[in-house]
């Protein structure tokens, strides 16, 4: 009912940027949460930046000051921009968006992941 595709990993050496986007389609009434996740090889999935319907933003703690969320409701989009990356940020990065369907259903959905790559 809601589908995901995200864009923007790829490669990039330690001290670098990347912006990640993901946008959101399908019987979306409304948009309750947007959030990104991480899974690092051998590590479990942990979340890196949450935004609320309400524009409220959170962050994992040792990522503050690095990364930014950013949404926009009209479009369906969340963004996350990282910056000053580590190696230790490499990972299959993971959209996450909770949303109210048009048959007001609260459903949960999953993108397919993007791979960012930090080298030192």
């Known amino acids: 009912q809601v589908q995901l595709v995200e864009s923007g990993g790829g490669l990039v050496q330690a001290g670098g940027s990347l912006r990640l986007s993901c946008v959101a389609s399908?019987?979306?009434?409304?948009?309750?949460?947007m959030a990104w996740y991480r899974q690092a090889p051998g590590k479990q999935r942990e979340v890196v930046a949450t935004?609320?319907?309400?524009?409220?933003?959170n962050y994992a703690e040792s990522l503050k000051g690095r990364f930014t969320i950013s949404r926009d409701i009209f479009t369906k989009t969340v963004i996350l921009q990282m910056t000053s990356l580590e190696p230790e940020d490499t990972a299959v990065y993971y959209c996450?968006?909770?949303?109210?369907?048009?048959?007001?259903?609260?459903?949960?959905?999953w993108g397919q992941g993007t791979q960012v790559t930090v080298s030192s």
């Open positions: 996450n968006v909770k949303a109210t369907t048009t048959s007001f259903r609260r459903t949960e959905a």
């Open positions: 935004v609320s319907s309400g524009d409220r933003k």
């Open positions: 399908g019987r979306i009434l409304s948009i309750d949460a």
